[in-house]
């Protein structure tokens, strides 16, 4: 009894101290001279079913995301300057949001930053709202846009980031200037080795995920591939010695010729925990590799890259950030419909996605003992067990997936961006009936127990650019100690074998975080909170495990994950604030996304969805819906590239047959405006 009355009055307060910061800007604030040279008063919010309370919880609610010590990045300065790597200006420029000191952010972090506390050591860290909270301007008046798609460059800011970290160490001024910085701080350093020692660590880090995570496509700004990076941090932390030494002595060069010898893997291998590498390991194993000392292969870039590709994957595939309203509505997330949302995949899903964004991962391998997480993992019968234990707040992200119910769509702002004209938008009503509401069905947003059903589309039936959907399934990687643990399949039960899809070893790995208790807090505590999880994962969670609609390939034996190659059809509601458009942000606005994609024998002088185009400004287009896309200079948009291809979903240019198989005439332009006057609406 005694108990549950903690638990009911840890529930208690914490529901009290989400509203205790209530500033009325949310915390946002007016910039001059931005990026791409815009300036914008102080952001205005639209209804969306959050108090000014509610944001800024949202923002500022930790998912144990550890990106590196928080002292370190407060002090670290620019690479090519003396200003700090945190300034608003350098935020903005790779578009993330700058924000002014509020209760629950005293520090004046961007949007989406936050203090994380982790085994007594603060860390700078990534919330949901970092990729998650838009913001469009129209003539210097700002709208934010809370769940809608974010214009963030991560992997300009990343690559960003280890520069600034390398000239630290590299130029004795600027790392006199950060030492003093970091000790004055009075935070978690009082010692100049101290600072030095956790700056090489940390720029070891970043430098490593990097290399692992080099890609010949380059997202920009607005996208990412969340999979890729998520399928190589797993990979990191479950290959074993073993298999890393197999590799390496199989490893050659363009003519056949081994890069390693045995006595060097050896040496690079020396001192590395046999059952699980991890970051540190991983951090060592390259500095090793990259090494000229006495007996270190001292491997080039190329070389390297070759060895990366053997253990890892390139993540080539980026996409555009989904918006979060109605994503607890839904039945089944992600662009194709990998994660159900029923029963406890909404804390599996996000337990994963914080494994992406620098959630710190302790998992090590011990003796077999009475472990839920290795009973539920698929390890119990194993010699050794890893344990998972990490920075990951599962009880937030419970109550972040809680939070999220109440977000609703954006309506159109007519006072901003201009009045709807209702007599065509009546006229495009009966154009979307036609050409998509047989897969965009018209949610109502005030409906609590809406349900969105995810419409999907084989890839070749919507013909858009396959590479996340054939990389979610095709990309393998050595399963460690989870070889031959079965795990449960739509089709069946299946061994993980030694080379497994990425996908089956994440969910391994994201049931063993779910089954394990926050190792911060005291044992009551830690398993009064994992109790109330579970139970609010059964009795909270309104989702049913149902089979997917639409028209995909099922699963069969020989192809078990066949039904992942498709995408899911979205609720268009609020469509008009999730620019750019397609799963892979490849067309700038709505007009463009209903026009066809230029085939070599079509005429010149046709109307054609852009071959190339800009992106990373926020000026909106209120005629075209979406962002401009020309003219001042941002990233470059190629569309030539695989994972950029704009082709496909041409339903409203007549090239792709509806569900049922009939062709429809493709639209008027005169219909194209009509047509994108109704979706203002929705």
């Not at 029923?342 to 996000?350: D, I, Q």
């Not at 047959?657 to 405006?673: F, K, V, Y």
């Amino acid at each position: 009894m005694t108990a549950l009355l903690v638990l009911c009055a840890i529930l208690f307060s914490g529901k009290i101290y989400q509203h205790w910061d209530n500033d009325p800007d949310r915390g946002a604030i007016a910039l001059a001279q931005g990026a791409y040279n815009e300036s914008y008063n102080t952001p205005r919010y639209l209804d969306q079913g959050w108090s000014n309370a509610q944001s800024l919880w949202f923002y500022n609610t930790t998912q144990g995301s550890n990106l590196m010590p928080y002292d370190l990045f407060m002090a670290l300065e620019q690479s090519h300057s003396n200003a700090l790597f945190r300034s608003n200006a350098n935020i903005d420029r790779y578009r993330y949001l700058p924000q002014k000191p509020t209760f629950f952010n005293p520090d004046g972090l961007p949007v989406g930053f936050v203090k994380d506390t982790y085994q007594g050591r603060a860390y700078i860290g990534y919330t949901c709202a970092a990729c998650h909270t838009g913001q469009i301007n129209v003539k210097g008046q700002a709208i934010r846009i809370d769940g809608a798609p974010a214009m963030a460059n991560m992997r300009g800011f990343m690559l960003s980031l280890e520069q600034a970290l390398n000239t630290t160490l590299t130029q004795a001024a600027k790392r006199q200037r950060f030492i003093t910085r970091v000790t004055q701080r009075k935070g978690d350093y009082s010692k100049p080795q101290h600072v030095i020692a956790d700056l090489e660590k940390t720029y070891q880090s970043i430098m490593l995920y990097n290399s692992i995570n080099n890609t010949n496509v380059d997202y920009g700004y607005a996208r990412l591939d969340a999979f890729g990076l998520i399928y190589n941090r797993v990979l990191q932390h479950v290959i074993n010695l073993k298999q890393v030494r197999n590799l390496f002595l199989r490893a050659i060069d363009d003519d056949g010729n081994r890069l390693l010898t045995s006595a060097q893997v050896d040496l690079v291998l020396r001192d590395i925990d046999a059952t699980i590498i991890g970051s540190r390991g991983f951090a060592k194993v390259f500095n090793h590799l990259k090494s000229s000392e006495t007996g270190y292969p001292n491997l080039t870039a190329a070389q390297l890259l070759r060895i990366r590709n053997m253990i890892f994957n390139e993540p080539d595939a980026p996409v555009s950030y989904p918006f979060l309203w109605d994503i607890t509505h839904s039945d089944y997330v992600q662009w194709n419909g990998l994660a159900s949302n029923a029963g406890v995949g909404p804390l599996g899903r996000n337990a994963g996605e914080v494994i992406g964004v620098f959630g710190t991962l302790d998992w090590t391998a011990q003796e077999p003992s009475l472990s839920l997480s290795a009973r539920i993992s698929g390890q119990s019968k194993k010699q050794k067990h890893v344990t998972f234990t990490s920075s990951i707040n599962l009880v937030n992200l419970e109550r972040i997936e809680n939070h999220l119910q109440k977000l609703k769509s954006p309506l159109w702002p007519e006072a901003i961006l201009g009045q709807i004209d209702r007599q065509k938008a009546a006229r495009g009503e009966l154009i979307y009936e036609e050409y998509c509401q047989s897969c965009h069905e018209i949610v109502d947003r005030d409906n609590w127990d809406r349900i969105i059903i995810a419409k999907m589309a084989s890839l070749d039936a919507v013909g858009t650019d396959p590479a996340m959907a054939i990389n979610s399934v095709s990309y393998t990687g050595k399963s460690g100690n989870f070889k031959y643990t079965v795990q449960n399949q739509p089709i069946g039960d299946l061994y993980l074998e030694e080379e497994a899809p990425v996908a089956m070893i994440l969910t391994s790995v994201t049931r063993g975080v779910v089954a394990t208790p926050d190792p911060d807090k005291w044992w009551v505590r830690r398993w009064l909170d994992w109790l109330y999880l579970m139970a609010a994962s059964v009795f909270k969670n309104n989702i049913q495990a149902t089979v997917k609609a639409g028209s995909y390939q099922p699963d069969t034996t020989a192809q078990p994950f066949n039904s992942l190659l498709a995408y899911k059809a979205r609720s268009l509601n609020g469509i008009w604030a999730t620019a750019p458009y397609l799963h892979n942000g490849s067309v700038p606005t709505l007009y463009d996304l209903l026009l066809p994609k230029k085939r070599p024998n079509d005429p010149s002088d046709g109307e054609y969805r852009p071959d190339a185009f800009e992106v990373g400004a926020r000026e909106f287009d209120t005629q075209r819906v979406g962002f401009i896309q020309q003219g001042f200079g941002g990233f470059v948009f190629d569309t030539r590239k695989r994972g950029n291809w704009n082709s496909g979903h041409e339903y409203a240019a007549g090239r792709t047959p509806q569900p049922n198989g009939r062709q429809l005439a493709p639209l008027t332009q005169q219909q194209r405006w009509e047509l994108i006057e109704y979706l203002k609406t929705l």
